[in-house]
């Protein structure tokens, strides 16, 4: 709260300082004046009030020099009035930013993240559609290219085109020429190489992050099935084999996937390993070439014949045919549809979606055209093939046979079927490569789920084993058993010394009470610590002997022992034994008979006990007791 009051008042200032100098242009002195004034009072209290949180120092300083030049001016020039400030005009509102219409998207590379939200029946629906649309062009597409390599085939082992080209039969043909050319381009055998040396690198990282995966779940269903025969019964959670059943099933296919794919790399590395010579002789120099093609000197008569113009013409249009064909292809791969509107559509209406019934009228819909264009391509490559041969074999009969003319066409033929078998081996590590690495990714989510599961299962497994423990701790280590009596019976304590207390008289017969104390003896002349001490409750009593004869003042009351003959606490001093305050005659000690009386002779120095005070009044140098404390029933016990 101080830093935005401080802030508010700033921005205040700042304010006031800007409309004095709109004032100053408008030739109001006095209204300059006036808020330069309000400024820098508002500045003097951010720098009084709030000092600690903003420092407002470069502003007052300069609010300050522009109302000095102002007061000087306006004393010495103008001499206008300054206003109040309660006067001055409110300032007004600056405008700063005006709002402008919003016209989505709201940018250029805005992309909508709940486009692609759907329901889940959809979404399994739109799953379907994409793999039936990925089967038709991958069968139209594929189609095509067969046809094209079998055409290829076909021209090759013909020598056609070079056949025609070579009626020299001491140049290079303009299509081996070319298609050197196009090797080179394209990188010749180094990229060829390249591209199989990454091949093995691929397959073995996919490898490496399948097999880790595998591992993992083995692992944890190794430690699953030893505390499952550790633990019997009580491991009561699902087995990992069971539960793993789907992931398993999942790595096998794609160790199928990889298993697969090795194959078809070999296979391409086997016909790599087949052309590789007569490729490397068309990356060579047209000179070179030319000197590894064998000459010869066929007929010049051919040149002009109507068997080669037609075998030229039959060429061309398979060259058109071929162009028209990837044109075809790269329309297939165009063609896009969004069925998520159908299926929605659909199941708003019905409450389901007949997937089947709707992908199929929907690819019949868009790719039914291009179907009947790839079988019309195929009918017409049919038709051009059987013409080319047949003029073949008419050309073939008109050229003069001879051992260099065969040697010559047989090294044309595998020099065009090796850039053929060049550009398709090309293709077709370009999508080996493709291929490894798009399962790299896929691979990698399947190695984040089993490591999520696996954890998942550690965390179960912990949690399992904690509360066996726990369970295990409690359970008894044996049977319940009978205890013998003597050892559930607790053992008695020492018995009890007997209290020595008067019998009653035989004529009473009343129920047993508790015998009063009886009245405190007088108390010695002692310190004040002695005094304080509390005396001592427990002693051994001894019983009274009934053939005494009763004293002089006989009592109903139980009658507490002498006093010890022992050391007591400090600041006591020792009582004699034969010294009984209760007794005015003649007293014999119990179980001892034939004892005299001895009277007590105070020590010297020590000076007699104070007789007995009146009835109801209490000893001196003793504090008055409460009636509740005279009236408990309880036996007084000198303490041992």
Known sequence: MPVLAAKRCIMQANAELHQSAVAKQKKRFGEEIARLQHAAELAKTVASRYDDYVSVKDLSEKINRALTAAKKDNDFIYHDRVPEVKDLETIGKAALVKATSISPPLSQKFTDLFEKMVPMAVQQSMSIYSQRKAETVNRLVGSLREATNLCNGVLASLNLPAALEDLSGDSVPQSIAEKARSIVQQGGLQSIEQLIKDLPELLTRNREILDESLKMLDDEETTDNELRAKFNQRWNRTPSGDLYKPLRAEGANFRNVLDKAVQADQVVRDRYGAHCD???LLCKSEDELSAAIPSANPTKTLQGSEV??????????????????DTLEEEIKAVTFDMSTSFLTALAQDGAINEEQLSLSQLDQSYGTYNQRVQASLHMQEELLGKVQTSHQDFSSLKQSNAETNQREEVLKKLASAHDSYVEISNNLREGTKFYNDLTEILLKFQ???SDIVFARKTERDELLKDLQQSIAREPSAPS?????YQSTPAAGPTPAPRTVFQPQPAQQQPPAKPQP????????VTPQA????PPTNTAPSVASTSNPPPVAPMAQAQGPPYPTYQGYPGYFQAPMGYNPYAYGQYNM???????????????????YPGAPPAGQPYPGYPQQPPQ???QHQPYYPQQ
């Open 481 to 485: 058993f009978n205890v013998p009596a």
């Open 448 to 450: 984040n789920k089993c």
């Open 308 to 325: 080669v113009n037609v075998l030229r013409s039959l060429l061309s249009q398979l060259d058109e045919m071929k162009k028209e064909r």
């Open 531 to 534: 005094a304080a001490t509390p």
């Open 278 to 280: 007569m490729i490397a």
């Open 590 to 608: 119990p179980n001892m008979p034939n004892m005299p009386f001895m009277p007590y002779q105070p020590s010297p120095g020590q000076g007699g």
């Open 629 to 631: 404390q005279q009236q």
């Open 518 to 525: 009886p009245a405190r003896p007088p108390p010695p002349t």
